[in-house]
């Protein structure tokens, strides 16, 4: 990277996190039900498949585990990301633009010109809004692990990272960590969209009301 591309690329991140920041706080002081709230469930309903192609991702990966570790952890790598921009962050920028004409607009192309880490605080607040998390989303960690889900998921990125720039492969220690890790934000999304009035379906949509059965995982 040059010297110029990296300036260009600090101050797109400078950018992103001024705007995220932006967005949320100015609706942190007024009723957030009023407003995110109605606005998120109106994403969900009219987007009830967003998680769809992300869970399938979720079950191949689980199903590849033993006979093909790599790419197992390349579909549940996917599945997560997938998660975090389309079934979290989309929805949450979306909703924290005034107006509904240009929101879909505006969230699209930032979560799609952008890695998700510059998001991060962002998808925390929300979480921390509607997830009952004690040590708060950032700390947030999967039962039994001394890390941060987070920091997880940045370790996971560099294994994918070297299998699709380096042709490496990878352990089925690596693989399995990839899907908990997954399956994790699969399960803070489900609670996030609980706390909201919705469930997952058998088939992976979003659901209005009170699940009628078991969720998928």
Sequence with gaps: MSYEEAEQEAAYDEFVASLAEE??????????????????????????????SALKFLETSKSLLDKDP??????????????????????????????????????????KQTGVDRFKDLIFKILEEYVE??????????????????KERELVQKVRNAVAHRAEFCSVADAQL??????????????????????FDSSGKIRFGVPGQQTMF
Excluded at 31 to 50: G, H, M, V
Excluded at 133 to 150: D, H, Q, T
């Design 70 to 111: 790599t790419a197992s952890l390349l579909y549940s790598s996917i599945a997560t990301e997938v998660i975090l921009k389309t079934v979290i962050l989309k929805p949450i920028v979306s909703g924290l633009v005034h107006s509904e004409s240009i929101s879909e607009l505006i969230a699209t192309v930032l979560t």
């Design 178 to 199: 990839s899907m908990a890790i997954a399956n994790e934000f699969y399960l803070l999304t489900e609670r996030l969209i609980g706390a909201l009035g919705f469930h």
């Design 23 to 52: 967005l949320y706080d100015e609706h942190r002081d007024q009723a957030i039900e009023e407003f995110i709230t109605e606005r998120l469930q109106s994403y969900y309903e009219r987007n009830s498949s967003i998680a769809v």
């Design 133 to 150: 998390i004690n040590e708060g989303a950032a700390k947030y960690s999967r039962p039994k692990s001394s890390m941060s889900l987070w």
